[in-house]
């Protein structure tokens, strides 16, 4: 990566190699191919990966809202991590679970009421939904909106029937989201924005 001084010490010499030609624009002349090849190398080091879209991710149930919309309240117990995440409480037993995005069945994990299972997004966020009455097939592939599986039913004292859903953000800004009150807790309070503004700010869009 050159620094901006390496980048004006190209272009100055570029310049002064230009304004010694002694003809017009000759690919092959020995100054106008030094010239050039300095601004090419200055083009290269300005040149940015493509900023990746901020991923539109949608509801997680059936006329729900979308991820984007909701505020993260709790970590998840019992995995390595942060894994913040929201339950969505207004479900009964056997309300649609649904792809907030396209994506593909990583892992079969546990839960304390159901089962639970991981999917990776096309975006590179890993999914985590727990409570739920089956998992999918592992690698199975599924489109946005697609049914997953379906709410578990699970005793009053587990919560009732509810979708926990958490995300890994680390593969796509390199951190995980806030949650709670203060941004690391306490658990089931609010206070942190929203799964949107969060993408949006960490991804400078």
């Not at 010499?13 to 601004?39: D, F, S």
């Not at 859903?165 to 942190?192: E, H, Q």
Request: net charge positive.
């Amino acid at each position: 990566m050159l620094t901006d001084e390496q980048r004006l010490a190209k272009l100055v010499r570029a310049e002064q190699l230009l304004k010694n030609t002694e003809h017009g624009y000759t690919p092959e002349a020995r100054r106008w191919k030094q010239a050039m090849a300095l601004i090419d190398e200055v083009e290269a080091s300005l040149e940015r990966p493509p900023t990746p879209p901020v991923p539109a991710l949608g509801p997680v149930k059936p006329g729900g809202k979308t991820v984007m919309l909701h505020q993260l309240t709790h970590n998840t117990d019992g995995f390595t991590g942060v894994w913040p995440a929201f339950d969505d409480t207004n479900v009964s037993v056997g309300t649609s679970v649904l792809a907030p995005e396209a994506c593909k069945v990583i892992d079969h994990t546990g839960s304390d009421g159901g089962v639970g299972f991981k999917v990776r997004g096309a975006s590179g966020i890993i999914h985590l939904f727990l409570h739920c009455a089956s998992r999918p097939p592992m690698s199975a592939s599924f489109v946005k909106g697609a049914k997953l599986s379906s709410v578990a039913r699970i005793t009053a004292t587990q919560g009732g029937p509810h979708i926990h859903y958490a995300l890994d953000t680390r593969p796509l800004i390199k951190k995980w989201l806030k949650y709670g009150r203060d941004g690391n807790g306490p658990d089931y309070t609010y206070g942190s924005p929203t799964v949107g503004v969060q993408l949006h700010a960490a991804m400078g869009v």
